[in-house]
T-cell receptor, first 115, second 116 residues
Framework: EPEVTQTPSHQVTQMGQEVILRCVPI?????FYWYRQILGQKVEFLVS????????KSEIFDDQFSVERPDGSNFTLKIRSTKLEDSAMYFC?????????????FGPGTRLLVL | AQSVTQPDIHITVSEGASLELRCNYS??????LFWYVQSPGQGLQLLLK??????LVQGIKGFEAEFKRSQSSFNLRKPSVHWSDAAEYFC??????????????FGQGTELSVKP
C-alpha cells in the first residue's frame, strides 16, 4: 500500500538554525499538507499546498516558514530560524482530491527538538 | 471558531470489552468528521469519515461512529476491543475554502490502553 514517508524521523537543532523537513507524498497525489503537534497539545494545521502554491495557511505559518515542491516527488517544510517553541512533531500529509473530501494520508512524522 | 473536544485524555479497557471514545465539535456549517488512529512510530491512519447521509458510519478494524447533530457529537465505538487497538485516537473536523485546502482541525487525542 502506498504511504507517505518523512525524513528525518528525529532532528535536533540549535535555536536560530535553519531546518528542512522532507516528505515524499503518495505518488499520484496533488494536495499536500503540513501539521504539527507540540508535546501534549493538539495536532495543528500549518499549511496546504496545491498546484505549486499555498492554498491555505494558519496563523502559525509566519514568514519563518516556507514550503516547496522542488521536484516531482518531494515536499519540504523549511523553518528559517528556529525558535524553542518550534519543538514539535511535524506531520506531512497528502491527498488525491482537493478540499475536505480528499482523504489525507499522513506520514509518521519528524520529531524536531530545538535547543 | 471551529473546535473539537475529546474529553477523555486516557482510557483503559479490558480486552474483549466494548469501547466508546467521545468527540464533540463546534462548527457553524455541516461538518465533515473524521477519526484517525496513531500507533507508536506510525503516521495518522484514517479509521472512518462522515460527510453526509447515514449517521452511522462503518470504518476499518471493526470501528464505527455515530454522528448526532443535536449533541454535536461523533463518538467512536467498537463492540470488542483487541490488544492491538491500543493506540492514540484523534477526532477531527474538516472544512475547505473554495473547495481547496482541506484543513483538518483535530481534538486533543485519546490514548487507549488495553488490559489483558
Amino acid at each position: 500500500e502506498p504511504e507517505v514517508t518523512q525524513t528525518p524521523s528525529h532532528q535536533v537543532t540549535q535555536m536560530g538554525q535553519e531546518v528542512i523537513l522532507r516528505c515524499v507524498p503518495i505518488s499520484n497525489h496533488l494536495y499536500f499538507y503540513w501539521y504539527r503537534q507540540i508535546l501534549g497539545q493538539k495536532v495543528e494545521f500549518l499549511v496546504s499546498f496545491y498546484n505549486n502554491e499555498i492554498s491555505e495557511k494558519s496563523e502559525i505559518f509566519d514568514d519563518q516558514f516556507s514550503v516547496e515542491r522542488p521536484d516531482g516527488s518531494n515536499f519540504t517544510l523549511k523553518i528559517r530560524s528556529t525558535k524553542l517553541e518550534d519543538s514539535a512533531m511535524y506531520f506531512c500529509a497528502s491527498s488525491g482530491g482537493g478540499g475536505v473530501l480528499g482523504t489525507q494520508y499522513f506520514g509518521p512524522g519528524t520529531r524536531l527538538l530545538v535547543l | 471558531a471551529q473546535s473539537v473536544t475529546q474529553p477523555d485524555i486516557h482510557i483503559t479497557v479490558s480486552e474483549g470489552a466494548s469501547l466508546e471514545l467521545r468527540c464533540n465539535y463546534s462548527y457553524g456549517a455541516t461538518p465533515y468528521l473524521f477519526w484517525y488512529v496513531q500507533s507508536p512510530g506510525q503516521g495518522l491512519q484514517l479509521l472512518l469519515k462522515y460527510f453526509s447521509g447515514d449517521t452511522l458510519v462503518q470504518g476499518i478494524k471493526g470501528f464505527e461512529a455515530e454522528f448526532k447533530r443535536s449533541q454535536s457529537s461523533f463518538n467512536l465505538r467498537k463492540p470488542s476491543v483487541h490488544w492491538s487497538d491500543a493506540a492514540e485516537y484523534f477526532c477531527a473536523v474538516g472544512y475547505s475554502i473554495y473547495n481547496q485546502g482541506g484543513k483538518l482541525i483535530f481534538g486533543q487525542g485519546t490514548e487507549l490502553s488495553v488490559k489483558p
